[in-house]
């Protein structure tokens, strides 16, 4: 009845080769085609996503109503300075029209939205970050370019290790926990498990209830003492004391679920027959851990590894609005909070740029980790 | 479906489970004491009152519990009204039209701590000239102090506590200390313990005119969960946001995870440029942070939670989930089943309906019972970051207004914890059962 019925299967394998002398070809060439048209594919997706956030940023053209009502507001504010009064109401009109037009133009206006949001998705994608509307670094720099870099050191500090500390313990409490599989403490930790419910924030404000605010022995928040200490192990050492909390906040809020997926991964690998035989001929427990079933977890460990790297960019909002840290996700809240497109759209194109290189990276280090996975056939892995 | 429901029955072996569903069962049952005792608009109106509402209410204190603490003697808030001890009023008609009065109010005073605040509140009803007052404070030792003197209008508040003059004639200290304190010298110092009494004498100038007063002695403690800056009761926010929570996280969950399945089912049936699409959406979707997009639309154009559920729902829809039922789906396709479905010449809709979508139901129950605690969370996140509806009493708005109050920093650990343990208890509660009914309906967790 339906004959455009095709089974997946074949559909698949016919489509990244056609037929033909073609057939032939080297695996470098096909190698080289596949990777062209993953990059094509990724960098069509991140522009499109890119385009997408610069049409909600602007909300379709509504946040260009907001700024002509406040460059009015500001401008009407401005003139009615001492230096105005004495101009006649003619003159004096025709002042704050000059100066509404001037702001009109330096913030581009009074060119139609679509046309200006395909310059900014043209800017955004070529990485000219251009200026921000509103904001200044703390240096006092226009260049959304500046006020990302100088908020990238703190949010890179706190996330990069937070995140870190979180995969390395849960991976290694995982494989002790698939030793003991059943033990008391397996249980407990799988019990923990759904703690994972609740965001880090959660966590950060019961950690600064405990610590800072019922105990007094570490700060409620902020990346350093403040006035910040002169010395330089002073202040790295103060910058430690305050990294403790939201460390241990993103740290809690995930580590049990982590525990128990990988725990959960690790059990279903060592229930294979191939490790049953290799338990039979009496290799060591060390051994067959290594060969048998770390060896194809590998693939989603380094999937979830990299990708939990990139979240890093993105930062937490509301973790850093509790600890007062001048990480990137503050920045992009406080930039939503003050119409700041340049910067939003920033943060963003970087974030789509990373995402689609570390997915387009996770293709090819699968086929070297896996020798099940082929590059160039288009299998489901992704 | 059979199969499913025997499944289900092994809930009972699971702790966790069983536990899950006994916190889930009580939310449900506070949700509805919720919407029966306090009916929408009314819960609206009230936490949205300003001081018109709760003016008989003390500002931050914590539930009324704490007196259980051991050593802990707080007192709660007394109002005395002079409309209800009619006998305690004196008049005397001087001339014609002036009449003089003497109202005294007296009450017990037997807790440990002072009061929080005191204020007195005089209406008065006349037609040119207003009355004229004094007011005077008798201690339970007879040390009688003049409060005030003048004339009053038809609504006069006396904010006892925030009188300077009298703050300097009681050495300094506040008044609600000063005027309960049984020597101005102890430092720190103690409650003169006894009987009170606030008499209140003065005249009318008018036949018709009348005269009543209303002392507040705000206590140190209010009721099942204390209250907020604005004199808020928290409970009522608590109780509205158990049915607000419940719903959103339950509604979102629903529109978004049927329709992901729906769409994976349909794309891999259909294969082609609908699953391409499909696919594409899904790497697209990746790029846009739903948080960020939430703060967007809340910042630029709507904080209303309809529109969040909406937003949430769609952002989820092409989540990573989609690849999950994709790959399920993928695996049922090729069952004999389908199969035969096809050859009688089943129709394409049917056969996503009726035979693929039904065999993933399994995987999807586990999959959406923990994705409700993660949206009631992301309720409360978007509350905590100042986009939570402007109308609605929820959870996480009692968190902001805390976090926005310092209420850490300052001492007041009831207004964060009471809304936080029933987040916790809603996420712990609903990914507790969902752990389970994963490792029930997933085969290869069976046993783990």
Same mark, same amino acid.
């Given at each position: 009845?339906?004959?455009?019925?095709?089974?997946?299967?074949?559909?698949?394998?016919?489509?990244?080769?056609?037929?033909?002398?073609?057939?032939?070809?080297?695996?470098?060439?096909?190698?080289?085609?596949?990777?062209?048209?993953?990059?094509?594919?990724?960098?069509?997706?991140?522009?499109?996503?890119?385009?997408?956030?610069?049409?909600?940023?602007?909300?379709?053209?509504?946040?260009?109503?907001?700024?002509?009502?406040?460059?009015?507001?500001?401008?009407?504010?401005?003139?009615?300075?001492?230096?105005?009064?004495?101009?006649?109401?003619?003159?004096?009109?025709?002042?704050?029209?000059?100066?509404?037009?001037?702001?009109?133009?330096?913030?581009?206006?009074?060119?139609?939205?679509?046309?200006? !949001?395909?310059?900014?998705?043209?800017?955004?994608?070529?990485?000219?970050?251009?200026? !921000?509307?509103?904001?200044?670094?703390?240096?006092?720099?226009?260049?959304?370019?500046?006020?990302?870099?100088?908020?990238?050191?703190? !949010?890179?500090?706190?996330?990069? !290790?937070?995140?870190?500390?979180? $995969?390395?313990?849960?991976?290694?409490?995982?494989?002790?926990?698939?030793?003991?599989?059943?033990?008391?403490?397996?249980?407990?930790?799988?019990?923990?498990?759904?703690?994972?419910?609740?965001?880090?924030?959660?966590?950060?404000?019961?950690?600064?209830?405990?610590?800072?605010?019922?105990?007094?022995?570490?700060? $409620?928040?902020?990346?350093?003492?403040?006035?910040?200490?002169?010395?330089?192990?002073?202040?790295?050492?103060?910058?430690?004391?305050?990294?403790?909390?939201?460390?241990?906040?993103?740290?809690?809020?995930?580590?049990?679920?982590?525990?128990?997926?990988?725990?959960?991964?690790?059990?279903?690998?060592?229930?294979?027959?191939?490790?049953?035989?290799?338990?039979?001929?009496?290799?060591?427990?060390?051994?067959?851990?290594?060969?048998?079933?770390?060896?194809?977890?590998?693939?989603?460990?380094?999937?979830?590894?990299?990708?939990?790297?990139?979240?890093?960019?993105?930062?937490?909002?509301?973790?850093?609005?509790?600890?007062?840290?001048?990480?990137?996700?503050?920045?992009?809240?406080?930039?939503?909070?003050?119409?700041?497109?340049?910067?939003?759209?920033?943060?963003?194109?970087?974030?789509?740029?990373?995402?689609?290189?570390?997915?387009?990276?996770?293709?090819?280090?699968?086929?070297?980790?896996?020798?099940?996975?082929?590059?160039?056939?288009?299998?489901?892995?992704? | 479906?059979?199969?499913?429901?025997?499944?289900?029955?092994?809930?009972?072996?699971?702790?966790?489970?069983?536990?899950?569903?006994?916190?889930?069962?009580?939310?449900? *049952?506070?949700?509805?004491?919720?919407?029966?005792?306090?009916?929408?608009?009314?819960?609206?109106?009230?936490?949205?009152?300003?001081?018109?509402?709760?003016?008989?209410?003390?500002?931050? *204190?914590?539930?009324?519990?704490?007196?259980?603490?051991?050593?802990?003697? =707080?007192?709660?808030?007394?109002?005395?009204?002079?409309?209800?001890?009619?006998?305690?009023?004196?008049?005397?008609?001087?001339?014609?039209?002036?009449?003089?009065?003497? +109202?005294?109010?007296?009450?017990?005073?037997?807790?440990?701590?002072?009061?929080?605040?005191?204020?007195?509140?005089?209406?008065?009803?006349?037609?040119?000239?207003?009355?004229?007052?004094?007011?005077?404070?008798?201690?339970?030792?007879?040390?009688?102090?003049?409060?005030?003197?003048?004339?009053?209008?038809?609504?006069?508040?006396?904010? +006892?506590?925030?009188?300077?003059?009298?703050?300097?004639?009681?050495?300094?200290?506040?008044?609600?200390?000063?005027?309960?304190?049984?020597?101005?010298?102890?430092?720190?110092?103690?409650?003169?313990?006894?009987?009170?009494?606030?008499?209140?004498?003065?005249?009318?100038?008018?036949?018709?005119?009348?005269?009543?007063?209303?002392?507040?002695?705000?206590?140190?403690?209010?009721?099942?969960?204390?209250?907020?800056?604005? =004199?808020?009761?928290?409970?009522?926010?608590?109780?509205?946001?158990?049915?607000?929570?419940?719903?959103?996280?339950?509604?979102?969950?629903?529109?978004?995870?049927?329709?992901?399945?729906?769409?994976?089912? *349909?794309?891999?049936?259909?294969? =082609?440029?609908?699953?391409?699409?499909?696919?594409?959406?899904?790497?697209?979707?990746?790029?846009?942070?739903?948080?960020?997009?939430?703060?967007?639309?809340?910042?630029?154009?709507?904080?209303?939670?309809?529109?969040?559920?909406?937003?949430?729902?769609?952002?989820?829809?092409?989540?990573?989930?989609?690849?999950?039922?994709?790959?399920?789906?993928?695996?049922?396709?090729?069952?004999?089943?389908?199969?035969?479905?096809?050859?009688?010449?089943?129709?394409?809709? =049917?056969?996503?309906?009726?035979?693929?979508?039904?065999?993933?139901?399994?995987?999807?129950?586990?999959?959406?019972?923990?994705?409700?605690?993660?949206?009631?969370?992301?309720?409360?996140?978007?509350?905590?970051?100042?986009?939570?509806?402007? *109308?609605?009493?929820?959870?996480?708005?009692?968190?902001?207004?805390?976090?926005?109050?310092?209420?850490?920093?300052?001492?007041?650990?009831?207004?964060?914890?009471?809304?936080?343990?029933?987040?916790?208890?809603?996420?712990?509660?609903?990914?507790?059962?969902?752990?389970?009914?994963?490792?029930?309906?997933?085969?290869?967790?069976?046993?783990?």
């Amino acid at each position: 009845m339906s004959r455009d019925y095709v089974p997946p299967e074949t559909l698949q394998q016919e489509a990244p080769e056609s037929p033909g002398p073609k057939r032939k070809e080297t695996d470098l060439w096909r190698l080289a085609r596949y990777a062209a048209l993953r990059l094509l594919a990724l960098f069509l997706a991140a522009v499109v996503g890119v385009y997408l956030m610069i049409l909600i940023a602007n909300m379709g053209g509504y946040v260009d109503e907001i700024r002509r009502a406040e460059i009015t507001m500001n401008v009407a504010e401005m003139t009615r300075g001492p230096e105005f009064a004495e101009l006649p109401e003619e003159q004096r009109r025709e002042r704050r029209d000059a100066l509404i037009a001037q702001e009109v133009e330096r913030l581009g206006l009074d060119q139609p939205f679509v046309l200006r !949001s395909i310059y900014s998705l043209r800017d955004a994608l070529t990485l000219d970050l251009g200026r !921000s509307e509103n904001m200044t670094s703390d240096a006092g720099s226009r260049h959304v370019r500046h006020i990302i870099l100088e908020r990238l050191p703190p !949010s890179l500090f706190l996330f990069l !290790s937070a995140q870190l500390i979180m $995969f390395f313990l849960a991976l290694f409490i995982a494989l002790a926990l698939s030793r003991q599989y059943g033990s008391t403490l397996d249980k407990i930790m799988v019990a923990l498990a759904p703690t994972s419910a609740a965001p880090s924030w959660f966590y950060g404000i019961f950690l600064i209830l405990i610590f800072a605010a019922l105990l007094g022995v570490l700060p $409620f928040g902020r990346m350093v003492a403040a006035p910040p200490p002169g010395e330089t192990w002073a202040y790295a050492l103060s910058v430690l004391r305050h990294l403790v909390l939201p460390v241990s906040a993103i740290v809690l809020g995930g580590l049990f679920l982590s525990i128990y997926n990988w725990r959960t991964y690790f059990l279903i690998y060592s229930s294979e027959d191939y490790v049953e035989m290799a338990k039979a001929k009496g290799l060591s427990g060390r051994k067959i851990e290594r060969r048998y079933i770390l060896r194809p977890t590998l693939p989603p460990i380094i999937t979830s590894f990299m990708l939990s790297i990139i979240t890093v960019w993105m930062g937490q909002i509301v973790l850093e609005e509790i600890f007062n840290w001048p990480g990137l996700g503050r920045l992009l809240y406080q930039a939503i909070g003050l119409y700041d497109t340049p910067v939003i759209i920033g943060l963003v194109v970087i974030y789509a740029y990373l995402l689609g290189v570390t997915v387009f990276l996770l293709d090819f280090i699968y086929a070297l980790v896996d020798p099940r996975v082929k590059v160039g056939s288009e299998g489901g892995q992704t | 479906m059979h199969a499913l429901k025997r499944r289900l029955n092994e809930l009972k072996e699971y702790p966790s489970a069983v536990v899950g569903l006994i916190i889930i069962g009580l939310l449900i *049952v506070l949700s509805i004491y919720a919407v029966i005792s306090i009916p929408y608009a009314e819960a609206v109106r009230l936490w949205r009152g300003g001081e018109g509402v709760w003016i008989e209410n003390p500002r931050n *204190v914590p539930p009324a519990l704490v007196n259980m603490l051991p050593g802990v003697d =707080r007192p709660e808030t007394m109002i005395l009204s002079s409309q209800d001890q009619p006998e305690l009023k004196e008049r005397e008609q001087i001339s014609e039209d002036v009449t003089e009065f003497v +109202i005294s109010m007296p009450f017990t005073y037997e807790y440990g701590e002072f009061p929080r605040e005191l204020s007195a509140f005089f209406s008065a009803d006349y037609e040119d000239t207003r009355p004229f007052i004094e007011v005077s404070w008798i201690k339970p030792d007879g040390e009688e102090i003049e409060l005030m003197d003048g004339n009053v209008t038809d609504r006069t508040s006396y904010r +006892i506590s925030q009188d300077r003059g009298l703050q300097r004639s009681l050495d300094g200290l506040r008044p609600q200390i000063g005027l309960f304190a049984r020597d101005l010298e102890a430092d720190p110092p103690q409650v003169q313990t006894g009987e009170y009494e606030l008499r209140i004498s003065g005249y009318l100038f008018e036949e018709d005119a009348s005269f009543s007063a209303e002392l507040i002695n705000y206590g140190q403690v209010h009721g099942l969960a204390g209250t907020d800056h604005r =004199r808020r009761d928290i409970s009522i926010a608590l109780l509205w946001g158990t049915p607000i929570a419940l719903s959103f996280g339950f509604l979102a969950a629903v529109g978004s995870t049927i329709i992901t399945m729906v769409l994976a089912a *349909v794309g891999v049936w259909y294969s =082609r440029w609908v699953d391409g699409i499909i696919q594409k959406l899904t790497e697209v979707s990746l790029i846009l942070n739903p948080l960020v997009v939430l703060v967007m639309v809340g910042t630029l154009y709507s904080r209303s939670i309809w529109v969040m559920l909406g937003v949430i729902i769609v952002l989820n829809i092409f989540s990573g989930a989609i690849k999950i039922y994709r790959s399920l789906f993928m695996q049922i396709k090729q069952a004999p089943y389908v199969e035969a479905a096809r050859s009688y010449g089943a129709r394409n809709l =049917r056969i996503v309906f009726r035979y693929l979508i039904p065999r993933a139901v399994p995987v999807l129950v586990p999959q959406f019972v923990t994705l409700i605690p993660a949206l009631v969370f992301l309720e409360a996140t978007l509350a905590l970051l100042g986009l939570g509806d402007p *109308v609605l009493p929820t959870w996480g708005k009692v968190l902001e207004d805390a976090q926005a109050n310092g209420a850490l920093y300052l001492g007041y650990y009831y207004w964060v914890l009471s809304p936080s343990i029933l987040l916790i208890l809603t996420g712990l509660g609903f990914s507790m059962l969902g752990f389970a009914l994963d490792r029930i309906l997933n085969p290869r967790l069976r046993g783990m």
